[in-house]
């Protein structure tokens, strides 16, 4: 189910079914001479939108643009990088209009930059952008002194748990969560990234191009297959089936 395809009856039964919102945030980024500039984001979204045939979720639009950095090429190169404040600030638009709007689980799913499940720029700017909003939006409906209230003294008996309120109600998680990239491997624009990218969408790899760049970080895409992308893809799959409740 896409949310840009429902209509108002969509939503309000998806609503009354707690079902999760998934937005996949990504880049339009340099990823060498063979894969395409929105790597990121087609990953991120692919992965989601096959989850949909096994889950009952609500696909989002992805976020195209995000904070790329021009760590691996600048804008000549195709790049387009959103400053991490402005980013931030977007992103609270967004998850702000969905609580707000009724929906209670909303998941912010990203490949970019996410070795080892480490935070960076765009992965801290979306989970900066989710924690403000709860915070807020919680003073908003129960006042201050929320969680110093009787009411929440079972805070810490939820945390982490299925029923982790407020802060379960938008998380962040990864494409391919740490667990995945120790089973495979994990890079930007080599041997792995390449092959998931191949094993979603094959048009978006051209392992024929390689030469056409020496870059250090995609000489091991010469390695790459759509046997190992799918490995890592069904692996993900299982992942995020689990982690999207």
């Not at 799913?109 to 989710?130: D, F, R, S």
């Amino acid at each position: 189910m896409k949310l840009e395809y429902m209509m108002t009856r969509d939503f309000q039964q998806a609503k009354e079914k707690n079902l999760p919102f998934v937005i996949p945030v990504g880049t339009i980024e340099w990823h060498g001479s063979h894969c395409a500039l929105g790597c990121d984001t087609m990953i991120a979204n692919d992965l989601i939108e096959k989850l949909a045939e096994k889950k009952d979720i609500v696909v989002c639009p992805p976020v195209w643009y995000g904070v790329a950095s021009y760590a691996v090429g600048g804008p000549e190169n195709g790049t387009v990088n959103i400053d991490v404040d402005v980013f931030e600030n977007y992103m609270y638009c967004i998850l702000k209009s969905m609580l707000y709007g009724g929906c209670k689980k909303i998941y912010m799913v990203i490949q970019h930059q996410y070795e080892e499940e480490n935070y960076m720029p765009m992965t801290l700017a979306c989970a900066k952008a989710a924690k403000k909003l709860i915070m807020e939006y919680m003073e908003d409906k129960f006042g201050k002194g929320w969680w110093g209230s009787n009411s929440f003294s079972s805070y810490y008996d939820n945390l982490g748990s299925d029923s982790d309120f407020p802060f379960g109600m938008i998380k962040v998680i990864p494409a391919l969560a740490k667990e995945v990239q120790h089973a495979t491997g994990y890079d930007h624009a080599g041997k792995y990234e390449s092959s998931v990218l191949m094993a979603l969408d094959s048009e978006a790899v051209k392992l024929d191009r390689l030469p056409e760049s020496d870059s250090w970080f995609t000489q091991s895409a010469y390695e790459a297959n759509s046997e190992l992308g799918q490995k890592m893809v069904d692996l993900a799959l299982e992942d995020l089936y689990n982690k999207i409740k």
